[in-house]
C-alpha cells in the first residue's frame, strides 16, 4: 500500500516545527516532504547579531537533514500550487524544474521585506531577510569605517561614518543598539581623522520605539539607545533616497551611505498566487490552520491568516512564538486528517517579548513582566538558547568571545549589494549580479 505524502512549502519557524512533529505525529504512516530554498532552518531573531560580528552566519543556521533525519528534505522554490491537481510545482537550485505531488499541503513559506512607495528605496536601502543580507551589512559597515578612515574630505567621512536604521520595532532598535557597538568597537584604539566618529539614526514614523510592544520595553529600549549615543527620531520618516544620502521628510538631508530597512515584512505574496482567500495579505485558514473547501491544503506562520483565539476578530501577530506553535498545531491536524489523533484548534496567548539591545542591556517582558538590567538580558539570551533547535553551544561560546574578545574587523566581500536587493519578493531581481565593484559607494 502507498504511503500519503505530506509536503511542507518552507522551512521557517512554522515549517520546520510542522516537519518535525509530523515524523512523530504520522511515524511511518506518510512521507514527509520539505520544500525549501535552503538546507538550514534560518533563526532570525540572532540575524541582527551576525550583522553586527557578534555571531558567525552559521551560527543562526540549523541543519535540516541533520536535524529532520526522517523528512525527505527538496532544496528548491515553489513557483505554483495546482489545487485541482494537488501538486507542486518547484525549481531546484540550479534552475531545474519539478512536480511534487501531494495527499496534504501545509504552506508555510513566511514573509517578505515590506517596501513603502518612498523613491530610491528599492534601489538604495538593504533589509534583514537572510544570512546574505546580514553578511553584506556587516561587510559594508566595516568598509564604511576603514574607508572614511583614509578619506581626506571630513564631509565623506561624515558621511560613510552615519548609519540611518528606518523602523523602529525589534529589528530596527537591535540592529541601531548593536550596531552602535559594533562600530564603537571598529574605531576604539585608533588614531583616526577627525568626523570619523560612528553616528548611529534610528527612525521611525511611530511616536516611540518599539512601537507595537509594552510601553515599559519602548522606555528601556528609548534610555539604553541614547545612553549609548543612538539618535532616536521618532515621528520622522524617510521622503527619498539617494545614493549620497537621505531627505527626511522635515526637509534635512541626511550624507550617509548606508540605509538600513527595517520596517517591518509582509505576507509572501505567493500564497495569493493560489486564488483563495485572503485577509491583510495572508491566506485565510480556519482555527484548525485549514484552508476553506481544501480539506487537505493547511497553512500556519506569518503568510496564514489565523483567527486569534484569544482576540476575537482580529489575527494572530506574526511573531517567532506564533509561528512555532502553529506549526506543531497544523503537524497535529495534518496526522488527525490521516486518521491519526484528533485535530485541535489553535490557541496561544502571548508569552512575553525579548529585545536584546547588546552588551548585556536588553527590554524584556516574560510573562508580561517587565524585568530589570541585568536579569533582562540573561533572560533574553537564555530565551534564544531554549528557542534554537541546534547550535546552541556554538551560539554560547560566540557570546563568552565576545565579551572578551574585541570584535573582528575584516571584510570578506562575499555579498554584493545587488544580490541582496531589498525587494525579496522579487526573486528574479535577486538573480542580477550587481556590477563589479558597485557595492563600495552602495548605500
Ligand atoms: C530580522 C528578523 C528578526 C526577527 N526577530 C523576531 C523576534 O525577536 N521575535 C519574534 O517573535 N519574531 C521575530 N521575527 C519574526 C519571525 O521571525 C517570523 O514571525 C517568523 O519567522 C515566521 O515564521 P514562518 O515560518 O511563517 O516564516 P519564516 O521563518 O520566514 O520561514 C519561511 C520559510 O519559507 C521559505 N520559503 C519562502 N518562499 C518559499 C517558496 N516559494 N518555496 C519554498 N520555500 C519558501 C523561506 O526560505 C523560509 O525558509 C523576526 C523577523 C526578522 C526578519
Avoid at 520544500?35 to 550583522?51: E, G, I, R, S
Avoid at 505576507?267 to 480539506?295: I, T, Y
Avoid at 548585556?360 to 534564544?384: D, E, I, S
Wanted: hydrophobic fraction near 40%.
Amino acid at each position: 500500500m502507498s504511503r500519503n505524502r505530506v509536503v511542507i512549502i518552507g522551512a521557517g519557524f512554522a515549517g520546520y516545527r510542522a516537519a518535525r512533529t509530523l515524523t512523530h505525529a504520522v511515524r511511518n504512516k506518510a512521507e514527509v516532504v520539505l520544500l525549501n530554498p535552503t538546507d538550514y532552518f534560518l533563526y532570525l531573531p540572532l540575524l541582527p547579531q551576525v550583522a553586527t560580528g557578534i555571531l558567525e552566519p552559521r551560527r543562526v543556521t540549523v541543519s535540516l537533514t541533520r536535524t529532520l533525519p526522517r523528512v525527505r528534505l527538496i532544496l528548491g522554490e515553489a513557483d505554483g500550487v495546482d489545487l485541482e491537481a494537488r501538486q507542486v510545482r518547484y525549481t531546484d537550485p540550479e534552475g531545474e524544474r519539478g512536480v511534487l505531488a501531494y495527499d496534504r499541503l501545509v504552506l508555510a513559506v513566511g514573509s517578505v521585506n515590506k517596501l513603502l512607495p518612498v523613491p530610491g528605496i528599492a534601489e538604495h536601502a538593504h533589509g534583514f531577510r537572510g544570512v546574505p543580507e546580514a553578511l553584506y551589512l556587516r561587510d559594508h559597515v566595516t568598509r564604511q569605517i576603514e574607508l572614511a578612515s583614509a578619506d581626506d574630505d571630513p564631509a565623506a567621512r561624515r558621511a560613510r561614518c552615519t548609519f540611518v536604521v528606518v523602523g523602529a520595532g525589534y529589528t530596527g532598535t537591535e540592529v541601531a543598539a548593536q550596531g552602535k557597538l559594533f562600530t564603537d568597537s571598529l574605531v576604539r584604539g585608533q588614531a583616526l581623522p577627525e568626523g570619523v566618529s560612528p553616528r548611529w539614526l534610528l527612525l521611525d514614523i511611530a511616536p516611540r520605539v518599539l512601537p507595537e510592544l509594552d510601553r515599559r520595553l519602548s522606555r528601556t529600549a528609548d534610555r539604553v539607545l541614547r545612553r549609548r549615543g543612538v539618535q532616536v527620531r521618532t515621528e520622522t520618516s524617510v521622503e527619498e533616497a539617494m545614493s549620497d544620502g537621505v531627505r527626511l521628510d522635515s526637509g534635512e538631508f541626511v550624507a550617509t551611505r548606508t540605509l538600513i530597512w527595517c520596517v517591518g515584512v509582509r505576507p509572501d505574496p505567493f500564497v495569493e498566487r493560489l486564488g483563495r482567500p485572503m485577509e491583510r495579505g495572508r491566506l485565510v485558514v480556519d482555527p484548525f490552520l485549514n484552508v476553506p473547501d481544501h480539506p487537505e491544503v493547511f497553512a500556519c506562520g506569518d503568510a496564514a491568516a489565523v483567527p486569534d483565539a484569544r482576540n476575537p476578530g482580529s489575527l494572530t501577530p506574526m511573531t517567532a512564538q506564533h509561528a512555532w506553535r502553529q506549526g506543531a498545531a497544523v503537524a497535529h491536524n495534518v496526522a488527525a486528517s490521516l486518521g491519526l489523533g484528533r485535530r485541535r484548534r489553535f490557541q496561544h496567548g502571548e508569552l512575553g517579548f525579548t529585545v536584546d539591545l547588546g552588551g548585556t542591556q536588553a527590554a524584556a517582558n516574560p510573562l508580561g513582566v517587565p524585568l530589570p538590567w541585568p536579569l533582562a538580558g540573561v533572560v533574553t539570551r537564555g530565551y534564544h538558547l531554549a528557542a534554537m533547535p541546534g547550535n546552541r553551544v556554538r551560539v554560547a561560546a560566540d557570546w563568552l568571545l565576545d565579551a572578551l574578545l574585541p570584535r573582528q574587523a575584516v571584510q570578506l566581500g562575499l555579498v554584493r549589494s545587488g544580490s541582496v536587493p531589498l525587494d525579496t519578493a522579487s526573486p528574479e531581481l535577486a538573480r542580477i549580479p550587481g556590477p563589479p565593484g558597485e557595492e563600495s559607494d552602495a548605500p
